[in-house]
């Protein structure tokens, strides 16, 4: 159905990186999105924070370029006011308008409803990928591909080696369907948390405005033994603000997932993590001053999935280059996020960086070439790592700059015509920087 430069797998926070910096650079480019909208986990899995952006402490800015750029749209529109902290609040739909917007301004062809499920090679290099849509299964060809769809699917479907979950033990991080509250009384809640410091703490910001608060793991937990409150998984009740007054989002529910591809499995996982958005809502209007005159404003259409399957690239991030802040030669991006890890046994584990949260690793470009052949990516949550390292560069601004920097290395390869394994990495660096990256 069509010829393209860069055709982009998953419209998601890498993806559309990837597409924007393509297009950018004069790539005819396409993102193919099995959903309606533009976003992945922003507006389809309700992650309504960029993490990345800065380092953890959020003393230090670290990723720029593209993702600066969705981020003034997004305030231009009323969607976030920026920082706070060190992460960028924002709501969903506002996002989900501008990044259809961006790819309109930058003519790239966007492609819903279009679950790629296939991919042909010729050699080494893929040339077109199979894409199942209402009509049936299509072909779009392109000179090079890029594997955004955080489930890993065009490697997997191109037949190329993967990683998935936690290595020899098999499990995954847990999934969560987030929700919005609205009409939340602000005031009444930080004086709520003044009287029972035990049962909410709260941050608020330098206006007086709540920035963000959490109840506490006792009352959780008292609330789960008398079945007040169904929360069946381990869980941190943790709320922020969503850049308007009184609306916060909620990130509480957790589900196990054993087999992400079965779709049976993923109705019972998504109806039970529904039922707890429902039970924690009730709980929340009941016990916590503020919440009386509350109520459900939506949640996420989808399910925020945080690791599926991984490629396998040139290079794998290991756990030790995160902890050790490793430096790279072909460095393409920098993360400074601890490992998180959202453990089925454990509840959420973080563990941080060496150098501590005002410091930082390299994201090599070893890490985002798909290992064996000629022209494919793999960037965001399915970029080459292993597990633990995968949960610290995950996150939102990191994998908007795997993006940039995909794109980037793509224009090199298609005008040198040479494999992108073979792209020369200063070259790339220097490229980036000047569009605003920093490596
Ligand atoms: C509950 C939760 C909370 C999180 N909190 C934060 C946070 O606060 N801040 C932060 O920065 N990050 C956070 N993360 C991590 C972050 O959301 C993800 O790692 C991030 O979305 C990665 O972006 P991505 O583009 O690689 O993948 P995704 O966002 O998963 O996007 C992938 C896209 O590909 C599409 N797709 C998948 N398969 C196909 C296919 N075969 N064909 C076509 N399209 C396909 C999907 O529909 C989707 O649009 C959180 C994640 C979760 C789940």
Redesign the pocket.
């Known amino acids: 159905m069509g010829n393209y430069d860069v055709v982009v ?7 559309i990186a990837a597409a924007f910096s393509a297009a950018k650079l004069g790539l005819k480019t396409a993102i ?4 309606a909208m ?5 507006t ?2 309700y ?1 309504l ?4 952006m800065y380092t953890y402490d959020g003393s230090e800015k670290i990723a720029g370029g593209i993702a600066d750029e969705v981020v003034e749209w997004l305030k231009g529109y009323g969607g976030t006011k920026g920082k706070a902290g060190n ?1 960028i609040p924002f709501r969903p739909d506002e996002m989900k308008i501008i990044l259809g917007e961006l790819a309109k301004k930058y003519d790239i062809d966007v492609y819903f409803n ?4 296939g991919a042909v090679f010729s050699g080494s290099a893929a040339s077109e990928v199979k894409v199942t849509g209402k009509n049936g299964i299509f072909s779009i060809s392109g000179k090079m591909f890029v594997d ?4 890993a ?2 490697v997997y479907n191109a037949k190329l080696g993967f990683l998935e979950g936690k290595e020899n033990e098999g499990w995954h991080q847990e ?2 369907i ?1 929700f919005r509250i609205g009409n939340i009384n602000e005031n009444d809640i930080i004086i709520f948390s003044q009287m029972h410091p035990d049962l909410v703490s709260v941050k608020v910001n330098e206006n007086g405005r709540l920035e963000r608060f959490r109840l506490m793991p006792n009352l959780i937990e008292k609330a789960k033994r008398t079945n007040e409150l169904y929360l069946p998984n381990a869980n941190a009740e943790f709320m922020f603000n969503t850049s308007r007054e009184g609306e916060f989002v909620c ?1 509480a529910t957790h589900v196990k997932i054993s087999n992400f591809t079965d779709g049976k499995e993923m109705a019972e996982v998504i109806e039970d993590a529904r039922r707890q958005v429902a039970s924690s809502l009730e709980f929340l209007k009941k016990e916590i001053h503020g919440f009386e005159e509350s109520y459900l404003l939506d949640s996420a259409p989808s399910i ?3 690791e599926t399957r991984r490629a396998v690239g040139e290079y794998v991030l290991r756990k030790d280059d995160v902890l050790s802040n490793a430096r790279f030669d072909d460095a393409i991006a920098r993360c400074g996020h601890p490992i998180e890890i959202h453990d089925p046994e454990k509840g959420v584990v973080y563990i941080h960086l060496n150098g501590g949260d005002s410091s930082w690793y390299h994201i090599p470009y070893g890490a985002i070439v798909v290992k064996n052949v000629d022209n494919m990516f793999a ?4 970029l080459s790592a292993e597990f633990e390292a995968q949960a610290s560069a ?4 990191t ?1 908007m700059a795997m993006g940039q920097a995909a794109a980037t290395a793509a224009k090199l390869a298609i005008d040198a015509g040479i494999p992108a394994r073979k792209v020369d990495t200063k070259k790339l660096q220097e490229t980036l920087r000047q569009n605003g990256m920093i490596i």
């Not at 955004?148 to 489930?151: A, R, V």
């Not at 960037?379 to 399915?382: K, M, P, S």
């Open positions: 797998v998953g419209g998601g926070p890498a993806g193919i999105e099995r959903h533009l976003g992945g986990n922003w389809n899995g992650v924070s960029i993490l990345g992460f279009s679950l790629v499920s955004s769809s955080g489930d699917d065009l999934a969560t987030p990130n925020g999935m945080r960037i965001g949550r399915c995950r996150v939102t601004g994998a």
